[in-house]
């Protein structure tokens, strides 16, 4: 079945420091793939998405890649701020079935 | 515009109560999910409707668990017997049906925190 896995957390970075947290997954079919972002005491929210091979969905300064070939869609962001302290999750929908990973968290220290 | 609610934000009950979790979608938004998360976790599906009937229940853990949807709005999980491990957030999701693509952005409500004692 289709199942997202990605880097266990906790991760702990400095303010203005580079972050990627990796995220691979196994489906049948194109899904298309997703990060939320939780923020504390708040629901989940889309953060980015890619519907297709090779489409970079970006917002806030975060980005991933589609890439069908290493089955991935890694988040990175060139430089993170504390009110980036969230936890995040990689998800893929394919029919209207959505998985989503554990969830990474990240605390951003000033 | 509203977003997705759910009532209520959150529920202590008895292990062997009933418990009802209500869900108010996005208005227009055809489908509509319901996961769990349990501390630590990603969200779990348990069961999504397009319009009043439901898809994909084949996330219920079991059959003390239930959820309807008849009107095509507004939905309800029903928790038979409640059990200690019934412990965990709700969350309900709520999306446009877009028909021949695999594509749909799910909008989450804030959850019902359900705590079994």
């Known amino acids: 079945g289709n199942s997202v896995t990605q880097m266990e957390g906790p991760v702990t970075l400095s303010e203005e420091a580079f972050l990627t947290i990796n995220c691979t997954y196994t489906?049948?079919?194109?899904?298309?793939l997703f990060w939320y972002v939780q923020y504390p005491g708040e629901g989940l929210q889309l953060l980015l998405k890619?519907?297709?091979?090779?489409d970079k969905g970006s917002n806030k300064g975060f980005e991933a890649t589609y890439r069908k070939e290493t089955t991935s869609f890694h988040l990175e962001k060139g430089s993170v701020q504390v009110s980036d302290s969230a936890v995040y999750f990689c998800?893929?929908?394919?029919?209207?079935?959505?998985?989503f990973g554990a969830g990474t968290r990240l605390t951003v220290k000033p | 515009g509203a977003g997705v609610s759910q009532t209520p934000s959150n529920k202590v009950t008895e292990k062997g109560k009933y418990v009802e979790l209500r869900c108010d979608p996005i208005?227009?938004?055809?489908?509509l999910y319901w996961y769990r998360q349990s501390l630590g976790q990603g969200p779990e599906f348990l069961i999504y409707?397009?319009?009043?009937?439901?898809?994909?229940d084949s996330g219920l853990p079991n059959d003390r668990f239930f959820a309807v949807r008849p009107e095509g709005s507004v939905s309800t999980l029903k928790i038979q017997r409640t059990e200690r491990g019934d412990s965990a957030v709700y969350l309900c999701?709520?999306?446009?049906?877009?028909?021949?693509?695999?594509?749909?952005?799910?909008?989450f409500g804030p959850g019902t925190r359900l705590t079994v004692l």
């Open positions: 998800a893929l929908s394919y029919n209207n079935d959505m998985r």
């Open positions: 208005s227009g938004h055809t489908a």
């Open positions: 999701a709520s999306s446009l049906f877009l028909a021949g693509g695999p594509y749909n952005e799910q909008f």
């Open positions: 890619a519907t297709k091979a090779d």
């Open positions: 489906a049948t079919g194109y899904p298309s």
């Open positions: 409707f397009q319009g009043t009937g439901a898809a994909d």
